[in-house]
């Protein structure tokens, strides 16, 4: 495997493992039963106000417990997933037990001239186009390909909150699945928001996410409409964030040219990234199979 491909699987796999759908492996809080490790994390019980570093705070009601920054990699290493690092919080439902991942991507202010030309067609089309393309190397390597199926929610903008939503539907190895992304434009970067739950529970989880993402707030000096003359600009847009605003994180590995030829070159990275994964990487990554044994 030559050292670019093998870069390039790594940063697929780093892109990826924040999408894990680990929740299954997250035991449920019972005061008559001993704490599990998860149990002892230092949760903050709703309602409360929970600090998303210094970025941001978020609103939650009874019924929700959150981790912040430090708190929250440590849960996600329990639950077989691996930390990136700018982790500022996680959400999680004590009776449904989806979870929400929030995360910082200090990239600078993203220009939103592009609100009214985010064309869903030709976006689902790179994204079909770049998960066909990768799955000759899945094929070549005995693991399921991915399908894209369409849009569960098509990329939109919300020009009064700033925030960007959208999400791809797909199957793999005979199991679809969903992974729901909000972007939260600030003056100095961008909140990623990771929702997991499983595909046929999102649709009824949603109305719920949305009115406790409402609750989001930047701190002072943070919000969008703080923007000064003189900030750091992000060198993409609105697009290369729905199709995985990864250019910069390529480029750190040698493996893109200019964040310019992001949307010529890159789909093959940024497809991918944005997809849940399938059953196969779970057990890749967490040594389970569909029984709960140990492989």
Do not use: C
Not at 265 to 291: E, N
């Amino acid at each position: 495997m030559t050292t670019t491909r093998h870069l390039l699987r790594l940063l697929l796999l780093a892109l990826l493992l924040p999408a894990l759908h680990a929740a299954d492996k997250a035991e449920e809080y019972s005061p008559d039963k001993e704490k599990s490790p998860i149990d002892r994390l230092n949760w903050l019980n709703g309602p409360a106000t929970g600090k998303l570093a210094d970025r941001a705070t978020i609103d939650f009601p009874s019924g929700f417990r959150f981790l912040a920054s430090r708190e929250a990699e440590k849960f996600l290493r329990m639950t077989g997933n691996h930390p990136e690092g700018d982790e500022t919080g996680l959400l999680r439902s004590e009776t449904n037990r989806w979870w929400v991942i929030f995360q910082f991507e200090d990239i600078g202010y993203v220009k939103d001239d592009e609100k009214n030309d985010l064309n869903a067609d030709k976006l689902l089309e790179n994204y079909r186009k770049g998960t066909e393309a990768m799955n000759e190397e899945r094929r070549g390597e005995g693991v399921p390909e991915i399908h894209i199926l369409g849009w569960h929610v098509a990329p939109r903008y919300d020009d009064a909150t700033k925030n960007l939503e959208w999400s791809v539907e797909a199957e793999s190895g005979g199991e679809k699945f969903v992974n729901y992304n909000v972007r939260l434009l600030g003056r100095k970067g961008v909140t990623k928001v990771t929702l997991i739950e499983d595909r046929d529970k999102i649709d009824a989880t949603l109305p719920k996410f949305r009115q406790i993402l409402s609750t989001h707030k930047y701190t002072s000096g943070e919000s969008y409409a703080e923007y000064r003359q003189g900030d750091k600009i992000a060198k993409y847009g609105l697009g290369a964030l729905v199709l995985g605003g990864t250019a910069a994180a390529a480029a750190k590995f040698g493996l893109l040219g200019p964040v310019v030829l992001f949307f010529k070159k890159a789909w093959k990275i940024g497809v991918v990234a944005l997809v849940a994964v399938g059953s196969w990487v779970k057990r890749l990554f967490t040594g389970r199979r569909r029984d709960g044994a140990i492989e």
